[in-house]
């Protein structure tokens, strides 16, 4: 079945230092790839995502590459802020599963940026 | 655009009562809305598929005589939580996806999620 896997936090970063969360994932057919962000209380909310392979998602300085060759969606930050904060959720969609649209999730890397 | 609201933000309960959960599609008709559950510290655990107009799928585990999941019209699905109990105590998080060939098509919107707590 699908899966996903992202490095496990917590992470702890100064500010302006440089993120990265790994994830990567196994599909059975051509999935979607999305991360979410949860602010704490919150539910979740799209950061970014791609659809096909090399496809780069983007948002409030946040990137992630559509790798195909290395099964990878790794998110990347050149410099944190205090207020991105939160817990980072990757996620894939596979059209070929079980369940249009189900998301399968990653077990959430938590973030903690200090100033 | 593709707003999801969850009504109410939190709840307490008694053992033993219902709890109903609202999850509505603000500006968009959703055919599909999913029900998730989150331990602290914990990823998102589906918990069943609802879609319009007919019953909602369960996933293997979920008790379906406990989750009473009804989509009664394309902007609103509910959860009920019977006869709770402090085990149940968790955050329920709905999710929703837009009709075909509108721009919310294909993915999912998040509602900000109810705060369960049973004493």
């Known amino acids: 079945g699908d899966s996903v896997t992202q490095m496990e936090g917590p992470v702890t970063l100064s500010e302006e230092a440089f993120l990265t969360i790994n994830c990567t994932y196994t599909?059975?057919?051509?999935?979607?790839l999305f991360w979410y962000v949860q602010y704490p209380g919150e539910g979740l909310q799209l950061l970014l995502k791609?659809?096909?392979?090399?496809d780069k998602g983007s948002n409030k300085g946040f990137e992630a590459t559509y790798r195909k060759e290395t099964t990878s969606f790794h998110l990347e930050k050149g410099s944190v802020q205090v207020s991105d904060s939160a817990v980072y959720f990757c996620?894939?969609?596979?059209?070929?599963?079980?369940?249009?649209?189900?998301?399968?999730f990653g077990k959430g890397t938590k973030l903690s940026v200090i100033p | 655009g593709a707003v999801v609201s969850q009504h109410p933000s939190w709840v307490i309960c008694k053992s033993g009562t219902s709890v109903k959960i609202e999850c509505r599609s603000l500006?968009?008709?959703?055919?599909?809305m999913f029900w998730y559950r989150q331990f602290p510290k914990q990823s998102l655990m589906l918990m069943a598929t609802?879609?319009?107009?007919?019953?909602?799928?369960?996933e293997q585990g979920v008790e379906k005589d406990k989750f009473l999941i009804n989509h009664a019209s394309l902007t609103l699905s509910t959860l009920t939580v019977t006869s709770a109990h402090p085990e149940d105590s968790s955050f329920y998080i709905c999710?929703?996806?837009?009709?075909?060939?509108?721009?919310?098509?294909?993915?999912?919107?998040f509602g900000p999620g109810t705060r369960l707590t049973v004493l």
């Open positions: 996620a894939l969609s596979d059209p070929s599963g079980a369940g249009s649209y189900q998301l399968t």
């Open positions: 599909a059975t057919g051509y999935p979607s």
């Open positions: 500006d968009f008709q959703a055919t599909t």
């Open positions: 791609a659809t096909k392979a090399d």
């Open positions: 999710s929703a996806v837009g009709l075909a060939g509108a721009d919310s098509y294909n993915e999912q919107f």
């Open positions: 609802s879609n319009e107009g007919s019953k909602a799928t369960y």
